[in-house]
């Protein structure tokens, strides 16, 4: 079993839609999760940490399950440059990526 | 404020050469993190380090790859006698030591090694 475990997409979804991706991971003691957006070919980048209380940021909402040991990420109102890969990210002693998941959003 | 430096951005070897890719931290960062991207596979961890230590090599591969972080200067993952399956996109990233939560990662642009 991965230690990070993601959708495998690709998701296409129309502008506007709301989309969410999740996430597993098997290290019960993991301390922190995040989620990155990583665009073709470029670094991945800090979209937002995710806290135990679940928080939003804009149109993007995160939660976290550690009993279920699962995070997830919503987008509302998705945009044309909301398409990128979506990196769950899982801290314990290391920081360990899942594979991504892609998202489209067309017009 | 700069951030991640890496260098070279593109890098072509032939196979049994050496490469070389550095790494600046940001600014007051002293933790860095070297991750290896498979076309169309997701980041994976290789090496951790601060100032003159290795802190986890757990995702180094056993031969050919070492990674140093000196006291001055950047931090170097360096690949000998380099094989076709080393071809990869190599991202290193950089944390601080304190003052923000969770210990971000913020990335550099990435060093893409080609073999031939």
């Known amino acids: 079993r991965k230690e990070v475990e993601q959708d495998p997409g690709p998701f296409n979804v129309p502008e506007g839609a709301t989309v969410a991706f999740n996430c597993t991971y098997s290290n019960s003691a993991s301390q922190s999760f995040f989620w990155y957006r990583q665009d073709c070919r470029k670094e991945p980048k800090l979209l937002m940490s995710v806290y135990s209380s679940g928080n939003e940021d804009g149109r993007f909402t995160a939660q976290l399950n550690r009993a279920s040991q699962y995070i997830s990420l919503l987008i509302r109102d998705s945009k044309l440059s909301d398409s990128a890969t979506y990196l769950c990210?899982?801290?314990?002693?290391?920081?360990?990526f899942g594979a991504g998941t892609r998202l489209t959003v067309k017009p | 404020n700069a951030g991640v430096m890496q260098n070279p951005r593109h890098l072509v070897r032939r196979r049994g050469q050496e490469a070389r890719l550095r790494c600046s931290p940001m600014k007051g960062h002293s933790h860095v993190y070297w991750y290896r991207q498979l076309p169309e596979e997701g980041l994976k961890f290789m090496v951790y380090?601060?100032?003159?230590?290795?802190?986890?090599e757990s995702g180094m591969p056993k031969e050919r790859f070492s990674a140093e972080f000196p006291k001055e200067g950047p931090s170097i993952l360096r690949i000998q006698q380099v094989v076709r399956g080393d071809s990869a996109a190599y991202f290193c990233?950089?944390?601080?030591?304190?003052?923000?939560?969770?210990?971000?990662?913020?990335f550099g642009p990435g060093t893409r090694l080609t073999v031939l």
């Open positions: 990210v899982v801290k314990g002693n290391d920081m360990r």
């Open positions: 990233a950089s944390s601080a030591t304190s003052g923000r939560p969770y210990n971000e990662q913020f």
């Open positions: 380090l601060q100032k003159e230590n290795i802190i986890d």
